[in-house]
Nanobody, 126 residues
Framework: QMQLVESGGGLVLAGGSLRLSCAAS????????MAWFRQAPGKERAFVAALPWNYDSVYYHDSVKGRFTISKDKAAKTVFLEMNSLKPEDTAVYYC???????????????????WGRGTQVTVSS
């Protein structure tokens, strides 16, 4: 079992930056995949970024490429999401997610993840 706890959300002006953290407790397997999703009011939960625990590859939704960076600290079992040049449309609850097994074909799918944090609110004002 794995537990995930997000932190770092808040209110920021458009063009600003935030850094989200996701601390994992319990067993993190070398085959695990870690990801960030977000859910805006009235919308479905959507993929933002992901990275396998034991590989250097990273995945991003097109809307955040060049602005967001996902990274990991394996010793601390923590995943980060550095968000720059934030836009009002980035406003959402951001969720950390994980799965014990990495499948490249499913990294963007919410159903591919069986561990979820409770989320952290990010609000970008114009």
């Amino acid at each position: 079992q794995m537990q995930l706890v997000e932190s770092g959300g808040g209110l920021v002006l458009a063009g600003g930056s935030l850094r989200l953290s996701c601390a994992a407790s319990g067993r993190v397997f070398s085959s695990s995949i870690m990801a960030w999703f977000r859910q805006a009011p009235g919308k479905e939960r959507a993929f933002v970024a992901a990275l396998p625990w034991n590989y250097d590859s990273v995945y991003y939704h097109d809307s955040v490429k060049g602005r967001f960076t996902i990274s990991k600290d394996k010793a601390a079992k923590t995943v980060f999401l550095e968000m720059n040049s934030l836009k009002p449309e980035d406003t959402a609850v951001y969720y950390c997610a994980a799965n014990d097994n990495f499948h490249p074909a499913t990294v963007t799918l919410t159903k591919a993840y069986n561990y979820w944090g409770r989320g952290t609110q990010v609000t970008v004002s114009s």
